[in-house]
């Protein structure tokens, strides 16, 4: 809003009416956000209905992904197993000692106790537990 210096439109002095024109904006702004208050809200609950439907639709999704990972998480376990019996074999057969017999672990071992060294590349006297330790 300008001032031309006109009667009734300011003070004279040409410049702009600018806390005028602030309170008109703020007017204005008001006028908008009251009117449109209820299509926000129609929004808003147009979106929290959407992610309620998605959420129905995910959970079956998510359990579907579940049960294929465990598929593939158990069939990878169990080609692993193989390919470690066949490494195993192999080393017996190329070393000489029997296939599968030791590993460099031992799984009936108690946990925090230390490995057994040996197996495939160790000592095969250093394989068989010792008493006394």
Do not use: N
Not at 35 to 51: D, N
Request: net charge negative; aromatic share 0%.
């Amino acid at each position: 809003m300008v001032d031309t210096g006109e009667p009734g439109t300011g003070t004279g002095s040409g410049r702009l009416d600018i806390p005028g024109m602030l309170t008109q904006l703020q007017g204005m702004i008001g006028k908008v956000a009251r009117a449109s208050e209820p299509a926000l809200r129609e929004v808003a609950a147009k979106a929290a209905e959407l992610a309620a439907v998605a959420a129905d639709h995910a959970g079956p999704i998510a359990h579907q992904i579940a049960d294929k990972t465990d598929e593939v998480s158990q069939a990878v376990g169990e080609r692993a197993s193989g390919f470690a019996s066949s490494l195993r074999a192999a080393a017996g057969t190329s070393s000489g000692s029997e296939p599968g017999s030791t590993s460099e672990t031992d799984s009936t071992s108690e946990p925090g106790a230390a490995p057994q060294t040996g197996g495939l590349l160790g000592d095969p006297a250093e394989d068989s537990p010792q008493d006394g330790a």
